[in-house]
C-alpha cells in the first residue's frame, strides 16, 4: 500500500506538470478523471482491499497504446480527431487492474519515428516537441520521449513505452531514468500502434529498477514479481561479457561511465569478461532490419486501423495522403521516406521478406546474442548505451553517433538501461543485455550496479531545466 493517498499522489503529480509542462511538453493528453479514479482506488484501500504494490500510483502511457477514455494519436493529426479506441489495450487493462491510475498520455516521436529517415526524436504534430528536462535545447530520445522526460522531470515515477529499436533504451539513456525493454511477446502489443510484430515491446520508464521492475510486473502479469529481484547479493559470481567492438568508442563521455561500472559491478563480485564480441554484428547493414521493420508496419498498420472507431485512416496509403494534404504541419519539418518506402517495398511473406527475418535472426540471435552468452557462458553483456544527447534540430537530419540496440532489437531479446552518471551535465547511461527471458536476471544485475554506484558517487542530480548545454 502506498505511504500517501492516491487521491494526493495524483493531485502532487498534476501540480508538477502544470510547474514544468511549459517547458518539457512531455504529457500530451491528460485524463480529467484521473483525480476521480485515485478517490475510488482510496476507497478501495480504505475498505481493505489493496490490489498490490501499485495500488493507486500514477502512471503515464505513450500515446500509441490504446486507451479507451483517453485519445490514440501517436502524435499524428490523422488519429487525432477520432474517437477514443473502442477498447484498452490489454496492457492498459492490466495496469488499472493493479490499481494504477492512468494520468494521461505521454508524447512521442510521430508514428514512433518511423516515418522518415531524417525525423527530429520527440516531436509530433499532435504533441509538439518534447525537450529534455538536464537540458531544453537536448534531445529527450525517441521514439518514448514524452515517457523518459516525464520521469526525469519528476511528473510521476512511472511511465510506459515501447521499443522496435531503441525507443526505450534511447529516452532512458538521454533523460537520466530506468528503462526496460522486454523480451518480444512478454508484454502484448494488442492495441500498440504496430511498427513490428517481430520488434515491438512495450515497456517501463521509472526512477530505479526496483520501481521499473515491479511495472514490468504489472505489464507482464506472468506471475513473476520482477521486483523481487531487485535485492542485494545477486551480482556475486554473475558473468558479465563486455563486447567493444563498435560497441564503446564512440562517446569518451558514455565510455568513461562505462568504464566505472565495470569497475563497479567486479567490485561487487561480478565476474567481468572482456573481448566478448557480437562478432555476427561487426559492420551489420541495417537494410534487412529496415526491410523487415517497414513490410511488417504496413500490414499491422492495416490491421491495426482496422479496429479504430471513426472515419479516420484505414491503410498506410491513407496516412500518406493525408500528410500530403496537411503538409503544412505535419511535413513542416520532415518527410515521411520511410512511409513511402513501405508502400513500394517487399511485402510480408515476399522471398526477400523471408530472407531478410531470417538473416536478421540468424546474425543477431543465432549467431549472435545467443552465441557470445554461450561461448562464454555468461549470464548478461554490458554496453554504453547511447552518447549524451544531441541538440535538438528541426533543420538538419539528427547526428547520433552510436547505440546499443540494434543486435536485441532483431534478436527480439530483453534490454535493460540504468543511468551511470553525469557528462557535461548530461546523462549517460549503461546497458545490459539478455538472452530471451531473461529479465529478472537484467533487474538482479541492474540493481546491484545501480546500489553501487550510489555508494560510489551518489544517485543521479535531479535535472536543472538548464535552457542550454
Not at 23 to 43: F, I, K, M
Not at 131 to 160: C, F, H
Not at 238 to 249: F, M, Y
Request: net charge negative; aromatic share 4%; proline share 7%.
Amino acid at each position: 500500500m502506498t505511504r500517501t493517498s492516491s487521491r494526493e499522489q495524483v493531485e502532487r503529480a498534476l501540480a508538477r506538470a502544470d510547474e514544468v509542462e511549459p517547458l518539457v511538453a512531455s504529457v500530451c493528453t491528460r485524463n480529467g478523471a484521473a483525480l476521480d479514479q485515485a478517490r475510488e482506488l482510496d476507497a478501495e484501500a480504505a475498505g481493505g482491499r489493496v490490489r498490490g504494490p501499485l495500488h493507486g500510483l500514477p502512471v503515464l502511457v505513450k500515446d500509441n497504446i490504446d486507451t479507451a477514455d483517453l485519445p490514440t494519436t501517436a502524435g499524428s493529426l490523422a488519429l487525432a480527431g477520432q474517437p477514443p479506441p473502442a477498447a484498452d489495450a490489454p496492457l492498459v487493462r492490466r495496469l488499472r487492474d493493479a490499481g494504477m491510475v492512468v494520468l494521461g498520455k505521454a508524447n512521442l516521436s510521430e508514428w514512433a519515428n518511423i516515418r522518415d529517415a531524417a525525423s527530429t526524436s520527440g516531436w509530433s504534430a499532435y504533441g509538439g516537441l518534447t525537450r529534455n528536462p538536464y537540458a531544453l535545447n537536448r534531445s529527450a530520445g525517441g521514439s518514448s520521449s514524452g515517457s523518459g522526460a516525464a520521469v526525469a522531470a519528476g511528473i510521476t515515477s512511472y511511465a510506459v513505452g515501447t521499443e522496435t529499436d531503441g525507443s526505450i533504451t534511447c529516452p532512458a539513456a538521454f533523460n537520466g531514468c530506468v528503462g526496460i525493454k522486454p523480451t518480444v511477446g512478454l508484454v502484448p502489443t494488442d492495441g500498440v500502434v504496430p511498427v513490428s510484430r517481430s520488434q515491438d515491446s512495450p515497456g517501463p520508464l521509472a526512477r530505479t529498477v526496483r520501481e521499473a521492475a515491479a511495472l514490468l510486473g504489472a505489464l507482464a502479469a506472468d506471475g513473476t514479481d520482477y521486483a523481487a529481484h531487485a535485492v542485494a547479493g545477486r551480482l556475486a559470481g554473475k558473468r558479465v561479457g563486455v563486447p567493444r567492438r563498435e560497441l564503446w568508442g564512440y562517446s569518451s563521455h558514455a565510455d568513461r561511465h562505462a568504464e566505472r561500472a565495470l569497475e563497479l559491478l567486479s567490485a561487487q563480485g561480478a565476474v567481468v569478461v572482456d573481448g566478448t564480441e557480437v562478432e555476427s554484428m561487426l559492420g551489420f547493414d541495417r537494410a534487412p532490419e529496415l526491410l523487415v521493420m517497414l513490410a511488417e508496419m504496413r500490414e499491422g498498420l492495416a490491421g491495426y486501423l482496422a479496429t479504430r472507431p471513426g472515419d479516420g485512416p484505414r491503410t498506410l496509403e491513407d496516412v500518406v495522403a493525408f500528410n500530403r494534404e496537411h503538409a503544412d504541419v505535419e511535413l513542416a519539418h520532415f518527410g515521411q521516406d520511410l512511409f513511402e518506402a513501405a508502400l513500394s517495398g517487399p511485402r510480408v511473406g515476399s522471398h526477400e521478406y523471408d530472407e531478410a527475418r531470417a538473416r536478421c535472426l540468424r546474425l543477431a540471435r543465432d549467431d549472435g546474442i545467443d552465441a557470445v552468452l554461450r561461448e562464454h557462458d555468461l549470464d548478461a553483456l554490458v554496453t554504453p548505451s547511447y552518447p549524451p544527447a544531441m541538440p535538438i534540430d528541426l533543420v538538419n537530419p539528427e547526428s547520433l553517433e552510436g547505440s546499443c540496440t540494434s543486435a536485441a532489437a532483431m534478436a527480439g531479446y530483453p534490454l535493460l538501461t540504468v543511468p551511470a552518471g553525469l557528462a557535461a551535465g548530461l546523462p549517460v547511461a549503461v546497458t545490459f543485455w539478455g538472452a530471451a527471458g531473461s529479465e529478472a536476471t537484467l533487474v538482479e544485475i541492474a540493481h546491484g550496479y545501480e546500489a553501487a554506484r550510489d555508494a560510489d558517487s551518489g544517485p543521479l542530480p535531479e535535472p536543472a531545466f538548464r535552457p542550454f548545454v
